[in-house]
């Protein structure tokens, strides 16, 4: 079989597997969920950014607790910034 005919069999594939304008479902097809993102407010913008800022300091400067765990408290803020897109605030 031929490049060309792979290519076109597997088009032919997505064609039939994603619906076009037809408002009836076909058996089995369910709806993906969407998620509803949203900019993050100042306030949980300026804290995940403060927490990244004390991970990345705490790796050159010595910090109580934070030295030792500089990677965790850099997720910490990532997950901050994450719950701020997630929740409109």
């Not at 005919?5 to 408002?23: E, M, Q, S, W």
């Not at 089995?28 to 306030?43: D, F, I, Q």
């Not at 790796?59 to 409109?88: C, D, H, K």
Request: glycine content about 4%.
């Amino acid at each position: 079989m031929t490049e060309a005919a792979v290519a076109l069999r597997c088009t032919d594939r997505i064609d039939f597997d994603l619906p076009k304008g037809n408002p009836a479902k076909p058996a089995g097809y369910t709806r993906e969920m969407t998620m509803n993102l949203h900019a993050p407010s100042m306030w949980i913008f300026v804290i995940s950014v403060l927490i990244a800022v004390l991970a990345v300091v705490s790796t050159f400067t010595p910090i109580q607790y934070v030295s030792t765990y500089a990677f965790w408290v850099g997720i910490i803020a990532f997950i901050v910034l994450a719950f701020g897109n997630l929740v409109r605030t």
